[in-house]
């Protein structure tokens, strides 16, 4: 008996709702990214695609520890000189909310081809509605 490898056509992807209401970022960050990769089910495969489509409702009631909400920097540069950006995670939750998971989610995914493919299948709402009722999405409480 040879080992199991998983094959993209076989895989089947559900859809996932995560509400973040009073989550804290890093942690709720790790569920989604282990959903994202398919580390929950018994089929992963490191190089293929098994995870599931996350939905994230409720991104602007995120909570940061510490003095994180103060002290943390997100930061961007242009390319020319002096084209560094930076906004605080006050000032980013308050601009764009979903952008905290975002990039939070990202780090923790591998930075390749197949990364940024399982991010597209992240889907972020910084209130708590969101479009995807038609896939009937399962919700989890983490």
Request: aromatic share 6%.
């Amino acid at each position: 008996m040879g080992t199991f490898q998983a094959k993209k056509e076989e895989v089947e992807k559900k859809w996932v709702l995560i509400d973040a209401d009073g989550k804290i970022l890093g942690r709720l960050a790790s569920k989604i990214a282990v959903i994202l990769r398919g580390k929950n089910k018994p089929i992963y495969t490191p190089y293929v695609d098994t995870g599931d489509f996350v939905i994230v409702t409720n991104a602007k009631k995120v909570r940061l520890t510490g003095r994180k909400i103060e002290d943390k920097v997100y930061y961007q540069h242009s390319g020319y000189p002096g084209g560094l950006k930076s906004i605080t995670a006050r000032d980013l939750l308050k601009k764009k909310p979903e952008d905290v998971i975002l990039k939070a989610v990202k780090g923790m995914l591998p930075k390749n081809r197949l990364g940024r493919e399982m991010l597209k299948k992240l889907k972020v709402y910084p209130g708590g509605t969101h479009p995807h009722q038609s896939q009937a999405p399962e919700t989890i409480d983490l």
